[in-house]
Each structure stands twice: as C-alpha cells, then as structure tokens.
C-alpha cells in the first residue's frame, strides 16, 4: 500500500508574524512602578524593545531593573520631576547629541490626589495635579516631537482616565487634568493623523500604588474593590491595544459604563454616581460628603 507523507499543516512554517513594536525605542514616563513599569516589562520581553524610564524614585528603577535580568540592558532611565520642563528639554538634547533615535513616548506618570471637594482642595494642590498629570504631556511632546518625527513608526501614546469621560465627585483636579489631556489628546491626534500614531488610553480604576495619597486602602472597601482590575490585567489590555494601533482605549467595566451612560444621560449618570457613593458609605470618599 502506498504510504501517504505526513505533511506538516503550512500554518507551521510561516514565520512569526512581525510587529510594528519590534525593536522600537520608547520613552516612557512613570516607568517605575504601576502601569508605565508594566508597558515597560512588555515591550522589552516580547518585542526587544529599548526603554528609556522616567520617574523620581531612584530605588524604584533600581528594583525594576534588577528583575529584569538578562533584559536589563535594554532599560535604561532618568530621574526627574516630570512637571520640570527645562528637564525635558535637556532630555532631548542629549538624546539628539547622543544620536539616539527616539520611535514613541508614552506619558504614563500621574498621580491621584486625596478624593476631596472642589472648594475644600488648596490651589496649589490643584496646580500640582495639572502639572503632574497634564502639562507634563505637554512639555513631554513639545520637547521629544523632532525626535519622533525621524522614526519611521511614531508614536504618542497618553494615558489619561475614565474621569476624562464622566467626573466623579470629590475629582475636580484630577479629573480636570486627564480631561484637559484627553482634549490635547484628540487635537494631537487631528493634526497628526497619517504620519504619528496616536493614542489616548482611559483606564478605569485598577490596582496599583495610585491610592497612596488616599485615606483608606481600596482592599477596605467592597464596591471599590469589585470593579478595580488588577495592575497586570490592566497593563496587558493596554499593551495589547497598542500593538493593534489602537487610537481609543476606554478599559474596564466601570469606565465603559461611565463612557456609555455618560454620552446617553450626562447629568442624571453623575448624579447617580454620587448617591451611590454617598449611600455606600464608601471611606475613600468619605472626605468628600463630610465636607458638604
Ligand atoms: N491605577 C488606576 O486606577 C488608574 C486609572 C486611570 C488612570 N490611571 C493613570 O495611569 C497612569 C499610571 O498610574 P499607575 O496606576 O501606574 O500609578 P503608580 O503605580 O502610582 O505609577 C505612577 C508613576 O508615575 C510616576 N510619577 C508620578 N508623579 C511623577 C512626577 N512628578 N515626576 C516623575 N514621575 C512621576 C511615578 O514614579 P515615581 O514614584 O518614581 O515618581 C510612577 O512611576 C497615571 O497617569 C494614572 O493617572 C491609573
């Protein structure tokens, strides 16, 4: 009887499909902890990726790239303040001087101020939050955009929040910076379209160390905790999003809801949402009903 050859299925033999993220050189700001050290881990794991941290906490990026092992060489990082815009600017000229080629930046680094009323927040608590959160993009872009211009795969990627899509009681600053970000955002977006990728990402609550500035731990509290996605799961669906060029990431249950009930019913969604908290009697906001 004749034999028939086994043949391997061609599906087998294809190559491993290419990724535009391969090989790419990113700056990424709050590289160290949180969300901006997970983008980092998977970029350099998966696509050989070189990342140029930022972030204030030496130790930090110590600890990180010690556990990047046989990896660590790929990871290299900046200690500054992100709301120090002649830091930037100095950034980018050695980077220019040095001739490093620059593909993306990814303006990660923020903070979550204490959940608090509008008129209860000090100025310059607020001027801090817009620094941190907003026109640190902002000085971040203006400096690095000549570098990226260069790349044949540009990339502007702003993580902004799910506050930028229906505010929160006890979140003006917070939610007026990643509002202001989503709206530089989407212009940036306008007038570069066809030549830089670029993405606007609103996470909704996730676990990392963003709540330290907050008077409770979110582990206390059972509603917060139902819908707040782990860091890692977080950071996957961003990372995955990028490599699709994604240019709008609404991620979470409770920031999908908040997009899709905000566009339907404005008022009455954040309405809702503050006699939900206010009857929840949740500790993370307890601040902003004791204040009324
Ligand atoms: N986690 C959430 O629930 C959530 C939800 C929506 C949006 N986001 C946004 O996601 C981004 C990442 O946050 P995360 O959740 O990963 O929090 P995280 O763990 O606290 O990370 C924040 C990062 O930003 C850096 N950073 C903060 N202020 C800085 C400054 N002035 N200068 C330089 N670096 C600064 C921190 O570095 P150093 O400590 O070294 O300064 C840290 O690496 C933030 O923009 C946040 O607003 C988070």
Same mark, same amino acid.
């Not at 990896?71 to 220019?96: G, P, Q």
């Not at 540009?154 to 709206?183: C, D, E, F, Q």
């Given at each position: 009887?004749?034999?028939?050859?086994?043949s391997?299925?061609?599906?087998?033999?294809?190559?491993?499909?290419?990724?535009?993220?391969?090989?790419?050189?990113f700056?990424?700001?709050g590289a160290?902890?949180g969300?901006?050290?997970g983008?980092?881990e998977?970029?350099?794991?998966?696509?050989?990726?070189r990342?140029?941290?930022?972030?204030?906490? *030496?130790?930090?990026?110590?600890?990180f790239?010690?556990?990047?092992k046989?990896?660590?060489?790929?990871?290299?990082?900046?200690?500054?303040d992100?709301?120090d815009e002649?830091?930037?600017?100095?950034l980018?000229r *050695?980077?220019? $001087?040095?001739?490093?080629?620059?593909?993306?930046l990814?303006?990660?680094?923020g903070?979550? !101020? !204490?959940?608090?009323?509008a008129?209860k927040?000090?100025?310059?608590?607020t $001027?801090?939050?817009?620094?941190t959160?907003?026109?640190?993009?902002?000085?971040?872009?203006n400096?690095?955009? !000549?570098?990226?211009?260069a790349s044949?795969?540009?990339a502007i990627?702003?993580?902004?929040?799910?506050?930028?899509l229906?505010?929160?009681?006890?979140t003006?600053?917070?939610?007026?910076?990643?509002?202001?970000?989503?709206?530089?955002t989407?212009?940036?977006s306008?007038?570069?379209?066809?030549?830089v990728?670029?993405?606007?990402?609103?996470?909704?609550?996730?676990?990392?160390?963003?709540?330290r500035?907050?008077n409770t731990?979110i $582990?206390?509290?059972k509603?917060?905790?139902?819908f707040?996605?782990?860091a890692?799961?977080?950071?996957?669906k961003i990372?995955?999003?990028?490599?699709?060029?994604?240019?709008?990431?609404?991620?979470?249950?409770?920031?999908?809801?908040?997009?899709f009930f905000?566009?339907?019913?404005?008022?009455p969604?954040m309405l809702?949402v503050?006699?939900?908290?206010?009857?929840?009697?949740i500790k993370?906001?307890?601040?902003?009903?004791?204040e009324?």
């Amino acid at each position: 009887m004749q034999k028939i050859a086994k043949s391997v299925p061609a599906c087998y033999n294809k190559p491993m499909k290419r990724s535009w993220l391969d090989g790419k050189t990113f700056l990424i700001s709050g590289a160290s902890s949180g969300l901006g050290r997970g983008l980092a881990e998977k970029l350099i794991s998966f696509h050989d990726c070189r990342i140029i941290g930022i972030g204030r906490s *030496e130790k930090k990026f110590e600890d990180f790239v010690a556990s990047l092992k046989e990896n660590a060489d790929k990871f290299s990082y900046r200690v500054f303040d992100v709301t120090d815009e002649a830091k930037w600017i100095s950034l980018a000229r *050695e980077l220019k $001087e040095n001739g490093v080629k620059i593909d993306g930046l990814i303006n990660c680094a923020g903070m979550l !101020p !204490p959940f608090r009323s509008a008129v209860k927040t000090a100025v310059s608590d607020t $001027e801090i939050v817009i620094k941190t959160n907003f026109l640190s993009c902002v000085y971040a872009v203006n400096a690095v955009y !000549p570098l990226l211009a260069a790349s044949d795969t540009p990339a502007i990627v702003n993580i902004s929040s799910a506050a930028a899509l229906a505010t929160i009681v006890g979140t003006s600053a917070y939610s007026a910076s990643k509002s202001a970000l989503k709206s530089y955002t989407e212009a940036l977006s306008l007038e570069l379209r066809g030549k830089v990728y670029v993405s606007l990402v609103m996470p909704g609550f996730a676990r990392t160390g963003i709540f330290r500035l907050q008077n409770t731990s979110i $582990e206390d509290d059972k509603l917060i905790r139902s819908f707040c996605m782990p860091a890692d799961k977080m950071t996957n669906k961003i990372y995955r999003g990028l490599k699709r060029k994604k240019t709008r990431m609404v991620i979470g249950k409770d920031a999908r809801a908040m997009d899709f009930f905000y566009r339907l019913f404005p008022k009455p969604t954040m309405l809702a949402v503050k006699a939900v908290l206010r009857r929840a009697k949740i500790k993370l906001f307890e601040e902003v009903f004791d204040e009324e």
